[in-house]
């Protein structure tokens, strides 16, 4: 496992200063995100609406934090891989939404990014186990999908330990993710768990200080 990564999410940002909220978490030291997490929601896969490509482009000019764009809409294969020309670091796809996502991760990277698969809290890890061998990260929701600010869900950790399993003893090589409700309360926990990345949203844009929150959440799951 190496040092925790914090990604903030710009979903609890505002989304009229983008450029400055991305400044906020770009700071030196523990104060700056490894990854700046960015929710792409069409108001088909999950019931909320937020931004595309578009903003996913004027972000990429407007800070130099690697993107991490967590698609949580219908039909990746056909809207994911321009994701990754355009730039962005990540690309992670939810596995409720396609019939093929080793095909979706195989056009993420050809297309120069890294391919992410996301599971629901519902969604059951066995029947993705081989396609794992596939992508560079498996993010677990642990909210559902489509809003910041819901509590956590800790009985998904069963599927982080399951997968931690998996990569410490070799048989994986992949990053594991965890979005949703993840807070000071929250992250040592998921950390325990075997978590390398963590999203926070509403715990990182709802404090005055967003780079301050980064240093607390990262302190927690090192700890
Ligand atoms: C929810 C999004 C999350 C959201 C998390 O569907 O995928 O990335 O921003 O927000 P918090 O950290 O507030 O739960
Ligand atoms: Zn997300």
């Given amino acids: 496992q190496l040092a925790p990564m914090i990604a903030p999410s710009i979903l609890s940002a505002d989304f009229a200063n983008l450029a400055a909220e991305a400044a906020a978490v770009s700071g030196p030291g523990p104060s700056r995100a490894d990854w700046l997490h960015v929710d792409v929601m069409d108001a088909h896969f999950v019931p909320n609406l937020t931004l595309g490509l578009p903003i996913v482009q004027s972000l990429l000019k407007a800070t130099d934090i690697p993107l991490d764009c967590h698609l949580m809409i219908e039909d990746p294969a056909r809207w994911a891989p321009p994701y990754a020309e355009a730039g962005a670091h990540n690309v992670t796809f939810h596995a409720e939404a396609t019939d093929n996502p080793v095909a979706v991760a195989k056009d993420i990277r050809a297309a120069g990014g890294k391919a992410g698969l996301a599971i629901k809290p519902g969604t059951a890890l066995e029947p993705y186990l081989e ?39 070799g048989d994986l090589r992949l990053l594991i993710e965890i979005d949703g409700g993840i807070a000071d309360s929250t ?37």
């Fill in 131 to 169: 396609i794992l061998r596939d992508v560079d990260t498996l993010l677990v929701m642990s909210v559902e999908p489509g809003f910041g600010g819901q509590k956590f869900m800790p009985e998904v950790l069963d599927k982080v330990r399951a997968v931690r399993k998996l990569v410490d003893s």
């Fill in 187 to 223: 992250i040592a926990e998921a950390a325990e768990a075997g978590v390398d990345c963590f999203v926070a949203g509403s715990a990182v844009y709802g404090p005055e200080d967003a780079g301050a929150a980064v240093a607390a959440l990262r302190a927690k799951a090192a700890a």
